[in-house]
């Protein structure tokens, strides 16, 4: 019986992690690559601890 509960698991396993798949290729294709750059970027710069230097200041 211990083998029909492994063989269970392990399906129920494969079959979540197959649905996590698709469902993250649909919604990946529905946001699009231009949003999910612009989301990056403002993580990045919430994160971004160090101070911005202004760029006029590079050019003194």
Do not use: H, K, S
Not at 8 to 33: H, K, R, S, Y
């Amino acid at each position: 019986m211990a083998t029909l509960r492994n063989r269970f698991f392990v399906e129920g396993i494969v079959l979540g992690g197959l649905c996590g798949v698709i469902l993250g290729t649909l919604i990946a294709f529905q946001v699009g690559n231009e949003r999910v750059n612009d989301a990056r970027r403002r993580v990045e710069r919430v994160v971004r601890r160090e101070p911005r230097v202004p760029l006029e200041l590079f050019r003194q």
